[in-house]
């Protein structure tokens, strides 16, 4: 069990290089104006309920929440309860003028409605333009579908262009009278087919105009969604399907939504077991003990693991194992020494992966699959085709001895520990490079699905969650795990990779909540470190860890509860609420 300080590593103990709707607008609804004055009863009516709230905490108006439940009504058809909600409140969806304003965009009322369009009480100029050029782009198209060509360039040039707006668009409008069969709306001239496209039009009014004006659409259903997820955030032990939220209980999950319990012990390792991964497809786990040998397990759709496949070859501990992108072959890496490809469904090796004179240190798949990736002893990294030769090396400091190399897909940038405490994000076709500098030893790293995030284990005790989505920023910090001499590896997991777990030499595996930071479990039961941990990528109750003790762990929901709540074996559970 050499230290990380040991000179001669071979090991997992290698010396470690010492972040719709409802906008925000100042827009007045002034109701005093033209077809709106306040001499209308319900306008009264209306203007005195402006202040009056509802709700302990007194930050909801009522007529705010009226109109908002009318148009959630409206949408879901029960248009006949609306007239009564409207009638029985006193607080109409719309203002007389806006409901003017909607039946003429519906019936083509183009010059009516860019009328009626000053008369809503809008102060932003800015808005009654735009407004105004899309209601007449519509009139334009649809006079051109009737063929009335004279009476489309008349709108064009004394209506619209008058407008100063969008000048290239309005460029292109004057291409449609030379071409009239480029026509946007062309085959619109159906009664059914020209309604459906002014009620597309109303959809963008709607989004244009502040919602003082026009409620936007759905904002109930909106509303409610933020709040679920609001719910789920801030739930630590959020581990199951969000559509099985209820809207009738605030949302709060258990302890045992996450796994906590050991549902196997595998013990076909006869070495300290420093590495495993599940396959993508979340099917199969490799493994890699101190003993060069690495294990196939697959993931039966009860949940059980089995062993698959024996893989032998190596004649040095096995230090990094990394998944084909479709899941079918993989790649393994002796310390120093070199890398394997395997088949998954015979066990065979397809190839090795060498350097004469130069020690292999770690792999890495293109996501095409057609390439790979691999570090050497020199600091170099090279890309093989598949039948091994080499089509590339960048040397220099390009990596350590630490054996992780990750792949973000998006960016095509291959992520490395190039110096002791500086993690590389190069760009292998670009050529960019980034770095993230840290203050202490980084002794490995993990990636996230996404590809937007990295988890980066340290000397000092300490995980930090860093954003590489663009500008590189720092964004949380996990602490309490055990790590001294010792490689201790960690994973994104869970549902929506809400979780960050980690192995400790202290025998027990920890689980923090990514969002907040706090440390929401630790698991008993091995009896010696714990080198690393892996999700389940598609099951988010099932979470494995690798020990010194000789054993694979896997985690799961407590059987008895999981049975109570519904089956979840190597499914999705599904939570409704606390437990």
């Known amino acids: ?331 393994t890496c002796g310390v120093e020494e070199v890398v394997r490809r395997w088949d998954i469904a015979n066990g065979q090796c397809l190839h090795t992966y060498d350097k004469n004179g130069l020690g292999l240190v770690s792999c890495a798949w293109a996501p095409d699959g057609k390439t790979v990736f691999s570090g050497a002893t020199d600091k170099s990294i090279s890309m093989w085709d598949l039948e091994g030769k080499e089509l590339e090396c960048w040397k220099g400091q390009r990596t350590t001895k630490i054996a992780d190399l990750g792949i973000n897909s998006k960016e095509r940038e291959l992520i490395s520990v190039c110096k002791e405490r500086v993690i590389l994000l190069f760009g292998w076709e670009s050529k960019s490079e980034k770095f993230i500098e840290e203050d202490q030893l980084i002794t490995s790293f993990s990636l996230s699905d996404d590809g937007k995030f990295i988890l980066i284990s340290l000397s000092n005790e300490e995980l930090h969650l860093w954003n590489i989505d663009g500008h590189t920023r720092l964004v949380a910090k996990y602490k309490g795990h055990k790590r001294s001499r010792f490689v201790v590896r960690s994973c994104f997991g869970g549902l929506e990779q809400a979780f960050i777990a980690s192995g400790s030499e202290d025998s027990q595996v920890y689980v923090w909540h990514r969002l907040s930071g706090e440390l929401v479990l630790t698991l008993d039961g091995h009896s010696g470190a714990v080198n690393c941990v892996s999700w389940n990528p598609v099951n988010p109750h099932m979470l494995a860890s690798a020990s010194d003790d000789r054993t694979i762990r896997i985690w799961g929901l407590n059987r008895v509860k999981a049975d109570s709540n519904g089956s979840h074996c190597n499914g999705v559970h599904h939570c409704n609420g606390g437990t």
């Open 1 to 331: 069990m050499g230290g990380v300080e040991d000179v001669e590593p071979p090991s997992k103990r290698v010396k470690v290089s010492s972040g719709d709707s409802g906008g925000n607008s100042n827009s007045a609804f002034l109701i005093g104006q033209g077809n709106c004055s306040l001499s209308n009863p319900m306008a009264r009516l209306l203007e005195s309920q402006d202040d009056e709230v509802v709700g302990s905490k007194g930050l909801i108006k009522k007529a705010e929440i009226v109109r908002v439940m009318a148009e959630a009504l409206y949408s879901l058809g029960y248009s006949e309860t609306v007239a009564r909600l409207e009638e029985e409140s006193g607080i109409p969806l719309h203002s007389p003028v806006v409901d003017l304003f909607m039946r003429q965009i519906l019936e083509g009322e183009w010059d009516e409605s860019v009328s009626v369009l000053h008369k809503i009480g809008l102060v932003d100029e800015s808005i009654i333009k735009l407004a105004s050029f899309i209601i007449l782009e519509q009139k334009f198209f649809e006079l051109l579908d009737e063929d009335k060509i004279m009476d489309a360039l008349k709108t064009l040039r004394t209506e619209i262009s008058p407008l100063h707006i969008h000048d290239e668009r309005v460029r292109e409008m004057s291409s449609f009278i030379v071409s009239p069969s480029q026509n946007s709306l062309d085959g619109t001239s159906s009664k059914e087919l020209k309604l459906e496209s002014r009620k597309k039009l109303l959809d963008e009014l709607r989004k244009l105009l502040p919602p003082t004006v026009m409620i936007p659409e759905k904002r109930l259903v909106h509303l409610i969604e933020q709040a679920l997820v609001l719910q789920k955030d801030a739930c630590r032990f959020h581990n199951s399907a969000i559509g099985e939220m209820s809207l009738l209980t605030d949302h709060q999950c258990g302890r045992d939504h996450i796994p906590n319990q050991t549902l196997q012990i595998l013990q076909e390792h006869d070495d300290e077991v420093w590495f495993l991964q599940f396959s993508h497809n979340g099917k199969y786990l490799a493994s890699s003990d101190g003993d060069h040998l690495v294990i196939i397990w697959e993931v039966m759709p009860d949940g059980h693991v089995s062993l698959k496949h024996k893989l032998l070859g190596h004649q040095k501990p096995v230090s990094y194992i990394c998944w084909s992108p479709d899941d079918d072959q993989l790649l």
